[in-house]
């Protein structure tokens, strides 16, 4: 029996284009299992909108600040909806990119297992103390205090689709990278720049239930993945399931890291807490799984990484979908 899902895209972050091309390919996915979809923007009508349709559940396709900071799922806590994807407390955790060290100790001090993923060193500084206590005349302590030095990676603690994300290879690009960071958030986080094979894994379930799709492999054709590479056709090739040769000459070497990719995608999902569906982005750097952030909202348009995954898996991203709804309701 189809459920009347309420479908959440658009909102008013820097994201709003990604989002409202998400909610346009999950409301297609949705109708196609036989649920009646409700398209709806996050303006000022949203909750009394939701309070007279009655939507059985919710699936937010928001990318960046309200969309995957917990504020639409406390939102939709506080106002009794069910809803597909991660609890608000976990949203609010891994919005917030500097929470990667604490999360992981914690939950490795708790299971005491042994430890997969690794992430890279970096300082996290508020808006706060540039604007007001003279953190950018420090901006020299910077090459000592990430481990390698330079080049970095100048970027907004919290945020998505790399906006404000900046290599910076020397002292003199530090300043405007950290200004045009900030643009997007109140704080930066300046870390060790990794490189190596970019994978973005996505992870369907929970607990330890939850299980990798195939990680998706990304070149790209300019300097970085950022913001304008995603956004224009051509500018990235995606290959799903990673291509072996890209991981080690020695297929069987290859095949055993692709499971420690997997598997470090699994810990920091669980690490997280995380519910439903989500996306671990990462590096290979020939050694380690350097992972950078959880994406509780991963992109669901028709060429996104996680669809991309789902069809790679064998799975219909309508069939995923229909699935997640009805365990949203069922909970």
């Not at 909610?23 to 297609?28: A, H, I, S, Y």
């Not at 806590?77 to 955790?93: A, N, W």
């Not at 973005?200 to 990304?218: K, R, T």
């Not at 055993?256 to 989500?278: Q, S, T, W």
């Amino acid at each position: 029996m189809g459920l009347k899902v309420a479908v959440l895209m658009g909102g008013a972050s820097f994201e709003r284009e990604f989002s409202l091309a998400s909610g346009k390919n999950v409301c297609e996915a949705l109708e196609a299992a036989g649920h009646k979809v409700i398209p709806l923007d996050t303006t000022g009508d949203l909750v009394p909108t939701l309070r007279s349709e009655r939507p059985d559940v919710c699936y937010s396709a928001l990318h960046g600040k309200h969309g995957e900071d917990g504020t639409i799922q406390s939102l939709l806590e506080f106002l009794d909806v069910p809803f597909v994807g991660s609890p608000g407390f976990v949203c609010q955790k891994a919005w917030n990119k500097d929470s990667m060290h604490s999360q992981m100790a914690t939950y490795r001090a708790i299971t005491g297992e042994a430890p997969i993923a690794s992430w890279p060193q970096g300082l996290y500084i508020a808006r706060d103390a540039f604007k007001d206590m003279g953190a950018a005349t420090a901006l020299d302590l910077i090459p000592e205090r990430v481990i390698g030095g330079f080049p970095v990676c100048v970027k907004p603690a919290r945020g998505g689709s790399a906006m404000g994300v900046h290599k910076v290879s020397c002292a003199e690009e530090l300043g405007e990278a950290i200004l045009d960071a900030l643009a997007f958030d109140e704080a930066v986080v300046i870390e060790q720049w990794v490189d190596g094979v970019e994978l973005a894994v996505s992870v369907l379930g929970n607990g330890w239930d939850a299980h990798a799709l195939p990680p998706v492999e990304i070149v790209k054709k300019t300097a970085m993945f950022d913001t304008q590479a995603r956004m224009t056709s051509g500018m990235v090739d995606y290959f799903c399931p990673v291509r072996l040769e890209s991981l080690s000459p020695d297929e069987a070497d290859a095949q055993a890291i692709r499971a420690e990719v997997e598997r470090a995608a699994l810990e920091v999902y669980r690490a997280y807490n995380a519910r439903d569906l989500a996306r671990i982005d990462m590096i290979w750097d020939g050694a380690e799984a350097k992972v950078f952030e959880v994406n509780v909202s991963p992109g669901m348009a028709e060429n996104s990484l996680f669809p991309t995954a789902c069809q790679a898996a064998g799975l219909s991203l309508s069939a995923v979908l229909d699935e997640l709804v009805q365990a949203a309701v069922e909970r």
